[in-house]
């Protein structure tokens, strides 16, 4: 089946299912708020003491419905040599002889591709266009209010190789519907006061006004009240899952304390936690963590209103309200998602060096890292991986941005399926 349906009516399914959905980070909560909004009863699971304290807690803010662009690409192959000497302070590599880093890692190779980058973040992009719409849907249906704005994103460069190149993947996403303009220094600096220290560092830029910022922990705790509303969903916190027992007509989960759960339907929304849980029942999902980093802080005496991204010092700058987020660095295939001292200290220095006056550096309120679960071709798992059991993970560094669109996508599925 097929729904349409208004901006303010949600789509209901022909046959209410009893469904459990792994994971409470945005991921998860939307995907459990979509498919209740449906008609389906949703028993929402996460070993957390609540929604959204994993990798949502306090990543980039960042809502990027153009960037899109695919890790896998002839550029980042170029760079390899360069990032396994560890001479790009933002990227760390923990290779390993492990069989499925080493699929994983070959996969990657074959994605990368000038065909298959532009194919992937293509595809990319499509999501994120579905996403905006969806995430609409669910922010006035529900009233969640998560900091939301649109303060339009500039991504800088800082050689006119590299914003040569970006010239020429905009000129790729113009050919598909995005609105990106190419400007210059002088330009940034105009739409962007706080750029003004920097400007004789910056080769050129590319500016979307529609890109959009956003909490993913305050929307993760608006869906839970949502949910809550709607008097039709569960949800078990502090519940660690033992293992999956995939079946056609009523799969299962078992926790570690012996509970078990059955269902019609089981969703995996747990990012890097999929591994464990797709390994319980044979399957070998195609993702490795890449850890971030991020600091929150009260704003400087120059700190931007518009989103920005540092392309060559891997940074982000997000003002929610009255505070700055910035994120950044990518240790591919680190498993530890605790902060480490000496990273945050690099992350720390690479946003001086690109905003000095963003935010009060010197009176940090706090600081995070969390484990993006990478695939080879930087695009989510939205497909059945055994019977009963229907992932939704995999969503990289844009989960934030990717979330509402994906769980439209499964939703979809569920219902076709029925």
């Not at 949703?42 to 609540?50: P, W």
């Not at 993760?220 to 056609?248: K, M, V, Y």
């Not at 992932?391 to 509402?404: D, K």
């Amino acid at each position: 089946m097929r729904a349409t349906f208004g901006q303010d009516e949600p789509p209901q399914t022909r046959r209410p299912q009893e469904l459990i959905v792994i994971g409470a980070g945005v991921v998860g909560m939307a995907t459990a708020l979509t498919l209740s909004d449906r008609g389906h009863r949703v028993t929402l699971v996460d070993a957390a003491e609540g929604p959204g304290l994993g990798t949502s807690f306090a990543n980039g803010a960042q809502l990027s419905y153009a960037y899109t662009d695919a890790f896998a690409s002839p550029s980042t192959v170029a760079q390899l040599p360069r990032l396994l000497m560890g001479l790009d302070p933002a990227f760390r590599l923990s290779p390993s002889l492990d069989p499925d880093f080493l699929r994983w890692g070959i996969a990657f190779l074959r994605n990368a591709s000038a065909g298959r980058f532009r194919r992937n973040t293509l595809a990319g992009m499509m999501l994120a266009i579905e996403s905006r719409a969806a995430l609409d849907q669910l922010t006035q249906r529900h009233g969640i209010e998560f900091a939301r704005s649109a303060p339009g994103k500039l991504i800088l460069y800082r050689s006119a190789k590299s914003f040569a190149a970006a010239e020429r993947v905009a000129a790729m996403k113009a050919e598909h519907g995005a609105k990106q303009s190419l400007i210059d220094a002088g330009q940034a600096v105009a739409i962007e006061p706080a750029l003004g220290a920097i400007r004789p560092a910056i080769a050129g830029a590319v500016f979307d006004r529609g890109e959009e910022v956003g909490d993913p922990y305050r929307f993760c705790n608006g869906a839970r009240a949502a949910l809550a509303a709607h008097g039709q969903s569960a949800s078990w916190f502090r519940t660690d899952i033992a293992a999956i027992e995939p079946d056609a007509r009523r799969p299962a989960i078992v926790a570690r304390d012996g509970r078990r759960f059955a269902a019609d339907r089981i969703l995996l929304c747990s990012g890097t936690g999929s591994l464990a849980l797709a390994r319980s029942f044979g399957v070998r999902l195609p993702i490795v963590p890449m850890k971030g980093y991020s600091i929150t802080a009260a704003p400087g005496e120059a700190a931007p209103t518009v989103s920005i991204t540092d392309a060559a010092n891997r940074v982000v700058f997000a003002r929610l309200g009255n505070r700055m987020r910035i994120a950044g660095l990518a240790d591919l295939a680190q498993r530890d998602a605790a902060v480490d001292p000496r990273r945050l200290a690099t992350l720390i220095a690479s946003a001086r060096a690109a905003l000095p006056e963003a935010a009060t550096y010197d009176a940090i309120e706090s600081s995070w890292a969390g484990l993006r679960p990478m695939t080879p071709d930087s695009l989510p798992i939205t497909r059945p991986i055994a019977p009963g059991v229907i992932a939704n993970t995999g969503h990289g560094a844009l989960g934030w941005t990717y979330a509402a669109g994906s769980a439209a996508r499964v939703a979809a599925l569920i219902d076709r399926e029925d």
